[in-house]
């Protein structure tokens, strides 16, 4: 019974480690909305604004006069309250990391008390920079909010694709710390671990990457995708600990596989993602 406790412990803590990193990884990513407080005529206000967009331009439509299809996409911005002085909110925008002049659109107020405003659909991993200024006042204008397109994922792809990787990132941290007790049975548990890493990341990850951006695979060595690079080495770290497992050095390999693991998906999400080429109308696979 002793031991069954300090398993389930060991559970508990791994659980606890898992969601910090998860956590970790959502909100310090590049498409996670970027949080804005000003000090306007009304008081204090804080902004969420989006870094992340649905198109409906396709991969195929990118390589064509996209230009001319006049589709949109809806940014919503959130705010707390939106009272008269925000109802004369406007955004401007341009597209990333380019020389043009800003484009202006009013902002208005919205369902559940979102700013609203109708930007010019991009393709798939293309992206704008945008500022908001309300009452006068530039928010971010120095440092544009930079905003990612992507096409929609159906659920059945993404829900499972991010239940596996959080099984696995759970598995892998309770099997590092079961690899701390000398004669620990921890291999069934990385051969668990090591299927649904692969389940998640190496098949279903590349589905959700095609059905978003028009490619199954952008990292290592056809690109520089460090999300699907991230993913590959962390298997290959928990195939490593495998081939060595009935060695005495097998269950340290495990430790270091499952701090690899763990350190591999702390890495913002999307972090040096695919960026579409606005002069040759390719995504390209890498920052």
């Known amino acids: 019974m002793k031991y069954k406790m ?35 005529l009304g008081g204090r206000c804080t902004f969420s604004c989006p870094r992340s967009l649905s198109t409906e331009i396709t991969p195929q439509q990118a390589q064509k006069d996209w230009e001319n299809l006049g589709k949109t996409s809806l940014l919503q ?3 707390k309250e ?6 004369e909110a406007r955004l401007f925008y341009k597209r990333a990391y380019s020389q043009e002049d800003w484009k202006m659109v009013d902002l208005k107020a919205g369902s559940d008390g979102h700013l609203e405003a109708l930007l ?3 393709p ?13 006042v530039a928010l971010s204008k120095e440092s544009p909010i930079i905003i990612r397109f992507r096409n929609p994922v159906p659920a059945w792809a993404l829900i499972p694709h991010i239940l596996f990787m959080f099984a696995a990132m759970l598995l892998s941290t309770f099997c590092g710390l079961l690899s701390l007790r000398k004669g620990s049975n ?3 548990y990385a051969w668990c671990c090591l299927a649904i890493l692969l389940a998640g990341g190496l098949i279903l990850g590349p589905i959700v990457q095609k059905f978003a951006f028009g490619a199954f695979w952008s990292g290592w060595p056809v690109g520089e995708d460090l999300t699907d690079t991230k993913t590959l080495i962390a298997a290959c770290f928990w195939i490593v600990a495998l081939l060595f497992s009935r060695k005495k050095s097998g269950r340290w390999l495990a430790i270091v596989a499952a701090v690899s693991l763990l350190v591999v998906f702390s890495i913002p999400h999307s972090t040096s993602g695919s960026e579409f080429n606005y002069q040759t109308g390719v995504i390209e696979t890498g920052p």
């Not at 412990?9 to 998860?22: N, S």
């Not at 939106?82 to 109802?87: A, C, D, F, G, R």
Request: charged share 20%; no cysteine.
């Open 82 to 87: 939106v009272n008269e002085e925000e109802k």
């Open 124 to 136: 798939p991993a293309g992206k704008l920079a945008y500022y908001i200024e309300v009452s006068g």
């Open 186 to 188: 921890w291999k069934n």
């Open 77 to 79: 911005i959130g705010v």
């Open 6 to 40: 300090k398993r389930w412990l060991l559970w508990l803590i791994a659980f606890v480690i898992t969601v910090a990193a998860a956590i970790y990884q959502r909100t310090t990513g590049p498409t996670h909305p970027k949080s804005i407080e000003a000090s306007l």
């Open 120 to 122: 010019p659909a991009q």
